[in-house]
């Protein structure tokens, strides 16, 4: 069963790519890691499949990994 909590994870900028906030969401390991779950299929934005590293998360966008999730917040 899926942890249905969800923890915000705030960001400087506007937005962030996706690969980098997996990464300081501690999601991934590293980048390569975070590619890998990303080409898997493994990651939702906003409920969906993502599979662009590139994407750009803005405040307000949740991201879900392995039934973990954390939601954007801009500082």
Same mark, same amino acid.
């Given at each position: 069963?899926?942890? /249905?909590?969800?923890?915000?994870?705030?960001?400087?900028?506007?937005? @962030?790519?996706? !690969? %980098?906030? *997996?990464?300081?969401? /501690?999601?991934?390991?590293?980048?390569?890691?975070?590619?890998?779950? @990303?080409?898997? !299929? %493994?990651? *939702?934005?906003?409920?969906?499949?993502?599979?662009?590293?590139?994407?750009?998360?803005?405040?307000?966008?949740?991201?879900?990994?392995?039934?973990?999730?954390?939601?954007?917040?801009?500082?």
């Amino acid at each position: 069963m899926a942890n /249905s909590e969800v923890f915000p994870i705030q960001i400087r900028d506007e937005s @962030i790519r996706l !690969g %980098q906030l *997996l990464k300081l969401a /501690s999601l991934a390991e590293d980048g390569i890691h975070a590619k890998q779950l @990303i080409e898997d !299929g %493994q990651v *939702l934005v906003n409920g969906k499949i993502e599979t662009r590293r590139g994407a750009q998360m803005r405040n307000g966008d949740t991201i879900s990994v392995r039934g973990e999730s954390v939601v954007v917040e801009t500082a």
